[in-house]
């Protein structure tokens, strides 16, 4: 009869660690039906405690348009407002050179082509 090795598991501080079981190394003695139960039973009991949206967002086909302008005088609200609702915006009427913002969206881009390692 062939023996096997077994080796302990490691010891911290003079206590035994066994690692955690997983869900495959834990029997199932739930039917598909009791499982559906259980979720059941599950979700009524959260039910009441769960909130949902009270509405829909409205799908934004572009994103927020946000001016630099001297004349803006509500910038910071704006900004805050585009970055609360769509998380991002763009920035229009800044002095900031179409090279510059050319040059930066290429360099972002070639980061991504960079060979794994």
Partial sequence: MASSTHTP??????TIVASPSTPSMQPN???T????????RLLQRLLPILS????ASPRANSPS???FSDQNLNLL???LFASSQHGFFQLIDHP???QLAR????????????PRH
């Fill in 29 to 31: 003695h739930l039917s």
């Fill in 96 to 98: 900031i050179p179409s």
């Fill in 103 to 114: 040059s930066a969206e290429s360099d972002s881009l070639a980061l991504f082509d960079l």
């Fill in 9 to 14: 598991p490691p010891k911290l501080y003079g």
């Fill in 52 to 55: 949902l949206p009270t509405r």
């Fill in 77 to 79: 609200a704006d900004l």
């Fill in 33 to 40: 039906l009791d499982a559906a139960d259980a979720i059941s």
């Fill in 65 to 67: 348009s946000v001016s």
